[in-house]
């Protein structure tokens, strides 16, 4: 029962908070039960802190082309203009690459890891 309650106080404490910094499928939970069953606690961390926000290539790329276009390099911009377009094309199959690559990543699978590596580069 007090699971449940406990449960439910955390949900409404992240419905009240900003879901932008403290959404709760960022938080991983675990739970841990000593050998003979007469103790056990649940620990939730959200790792989406250890990790610093490192602008996306995308919007890295916009930025650039407006300094480009700023200095009339048209050029450049023409070069920027396209990846750009090219990336928001292949943008949800990047994504759903890059979700399989991290997994195998982390399960030291790293001959799969190479060729989606180079899949995703592909794309760019």
């Known amino acids: 029962m007090f699971s449940r309650n406990f449960n439910k106080l955390f949900n409404e404490l992240f419905n009240d908070l900003d879901r932008d910094i ?29 990790t610093p926000n490192k602008p996306s290539e995308l919007l890295l790329l916009k930025q650039e082309l407006d300094v480009v ?22 943008k949800e199959k990047i994504s759903e690459l890059q979700k399989e ?3 195998c990543i982390k399960i030291q699978n790293f001959e799969r890891a190479i060729e989606l590596r180079n899949e995703i580069n592909s794309l760019k």
């Not at 938080?27 to 000593?34: D, L, M, W």
């Not at 200095?71 to 990336?87: G, Y």
């Open 101 to 103: 690559l991290d997994s």
């Open 69 to 90: 276009v700023e200095k009339q390099d048209f050029e450049k911009a023409v070069e920027l203009r396209d990846k750009i377009k090219k990336l928001e094309s292949h």
């Open 22 to 50: 403290f959404n709760p499928n960022n938080f991983e939970r675990k739970h841990y039960t000593s050998d003979d069953g007469s103790f056990s606690f649940t620990m939730y961390t959200n790792n989406s802190f250890n």
